[in-house]
Structures are given as structure tokens and as C-alpha cells.
């Protein structure tokens, strides 16, 4: 199994939130790209605190929806925020899973940490009904000029392959062709984020993996001092031109 480098510390649990809040249209849009059809089980996997799956339960209103995530503790606060939705504690690189087969079946920047999305991909899909439906949205590209930005995305960039996965996937699902799963439709979602929202993401993205082995050992505490300290110095900026994230989203159909 992947180490997931991001945690679930309390830093870790905020920005996730903001994330949420930063992403909510994006998500919006990935969950308007699906054929509209009735929904029994709809499942959330890597939910995190569980916004993405209150999202699902709203705008595609399944009989049922269940969050799964590895992380006992967000899996804890998603239960505590969500109280009419189930959320299970889950490692979802490991089939069969404990459900009845989804027919739907979201996943937001979780396979961006694993080692073989399109192998995983693939075993979702024996997971899934009949027809069943996969949705996913990856990081396609972040274009900034902003040399803060550019330093703090090349660490995380070395960071997140060390641990075996790919900031950038979207391209590579973009190519990719995962057993039997047939693509109903890809694009790449524009988003420009604010100067201040994103430097508050990083900073505390930072303050949670400074500590991890590969950072100690690759990186001087001086130069993540600087990095922290400018960050922070860009956390009141509202200009919306200085970074714009790419999200790929791909809709799936299992071939039967
Ligand atoms: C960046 S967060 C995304 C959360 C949510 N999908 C969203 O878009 O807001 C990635 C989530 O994947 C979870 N995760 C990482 N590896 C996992 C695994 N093998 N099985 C289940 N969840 C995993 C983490 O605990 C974290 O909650």
C-alpha cells in the first residue's frame, strides 16, 4: 500500500475542508457529466471528511450512499458532520469491498497517490453492477508563474512519486485504458484558485508534510522555513491570476 502523504493530522483535516470549499464547483461540474439514470448505491471512495459525499447524496440523489476512506480519524469527523450518511473505514486499493455492488462509484484526487490507478481502475470496475458508472478527477496540470507556488509544487511533485504515486495523473488516465471500463467522457476543468486560498491550502499541506522522511532527507529546515514564511506572507492576496489548476474528469462504464 501507498503511504498516503498528506495525513489526517488537524492541519491536514482543515485544509481539506477549504479544499472542499475551493473545489465544490468543479465537483458540481464532474457530477453533472454523468448519464441520467436512477441510482441505488453511490460510493464515495477516499471521502475524506465526507464533503464530496454529501455532495454526491445532493446532486445525484442515490437511494444510498456510502463514504470509505483509510483513515479511522476522517472517517470519525465525516460521521460527526454527516450523521444521515454511512462512512466506512476502508483501504479501497483492497477488493472485494465490504458493500453490496455500487452503481456509481466517485473518487476525487485519491488516485493521484497510488502506485497503479489504472490496475485499481480496473479492479473497481469488477467491484461495480452491471453498467455500473466511475467517475474521476485528477490533477491535469496547475500553471502558475509565482516562484513561491512553482518551489512549492516541485516538492510536492518529488514528495507525492516518492511515495509512489503522480501529482499530474491526469494526463496519464487521459491515456490510459483500464480493463473493463469503456470512457464515456473526458475533459479537463479550468479553475482559477486565489492567490490567498492557495497559499493557505499549502501552508498547512506543508506544515503536515515537513516531517516525512523523504522532505527531512532531501530538503534543508531552512529553505522550509523560507517557503513557509512566504506562503503565509501570500495568505490575504484575492487576485485570481496567479495560479489556475487543470482537473481532469473521466466518466467510465463497466463493459459487461
Ligand atoms: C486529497 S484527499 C481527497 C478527499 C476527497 N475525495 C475530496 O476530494 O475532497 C485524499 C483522501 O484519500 C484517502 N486515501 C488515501 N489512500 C487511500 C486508500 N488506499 N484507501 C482509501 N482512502 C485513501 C485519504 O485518507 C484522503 O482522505
Excluded at 513561491?148 to 507525492?160: A, H
Excluded at 530538503?219 to 487543470?246: M, N
Aim: with cysteine; hydrophobic share 45%.
Amino acid at each position: 500500500m501507498n503511504r498516503y502523504t498528506f495525513r489526517d493530522t488537524d492541519p491536514a483535516e482543515v485544509r481539506l475542508a477549504l479544499l472542499a470549499k475551493v473545489f465544490e464547483p468543479e465537483m458540481r461540474r464532474l457530477l453533472s457529466m454523468l448519464p441520467k439514470r436512477p441510482v441505488r448505491l453511490a460510493v464515495d471512495l477516499g471521502c475524506g471528511l465526507g464533503f464530496t459525499t454529501r455532495l454526491l447524496m445532493d446532486v445525484v440523489q442515490p437511494l444510498r450512499v456510502v463514504g470509505m476512506d483509510i483513515s479511522w480519524r476522517y472517517v470519525r469527523s465525516a460521521r460527526t458532520g454527516f450523521p444521515g450518511l454511512e462512512f466506512v473505514e476502508r483501504d479501497v486499493t483492497k477488493t472485494p469491498f465490504p458493500i453490496e455492488s455500487p452503481d456509481f462509484i466517485i473518487a476525487r484526487f485519491l488516485l493521484t497517490h497510488l502506485s497503479d490507478p489504472e490496475g485499481i481502475l480496473g479492479a473497481w470496475a469488477n467491484e461495480m453492477a452491471p453498467r455500473g458508472l466511475i467517475a474521476v478527477a485528477e490533477v491535469e496540470f496547475i500553471k502558475t508563474e509565482h516562484p513561491v507556488f512553482s518551489t512549492y509544487l516541485s516538492v510536492v511533485e518529488s514528495l507525492i512519486a516518492d511515495s509512489g504515486g503522480k501529482l499530474y495523473l491526469g494526463p496519464h488516465l487521459a491515456a490510459a485504458d483500464p480493463n473493463r471500463l469503456r470512457r464515456l467522457s473526458s475533459e479537463v476543468y479550468r479553475a482559477p484558485v486565489s492567490t490567498g486560498n492557495a497559499a493557505k491550502m499549502f501552508s498547512l499541506n506543508l506544515s503536515v508534510w515537513r516531517s516525512d522522511r523523504f522532505v527531512v532527507d532531501n530538503y534543508e529546515t531552512s529553505f522550509l522555513d523560507v517557503l513557509a514564511r512566504r506562503l503565509e506572507q501570500l495568505q490575504a492576496q484575492t487576485c485570481r491570476d496567479r495560479i489556475e489548476w487543470g482537473i481532469r474528469h473521466i466518466v467510465y462504464e463497466r463493459l459487461d
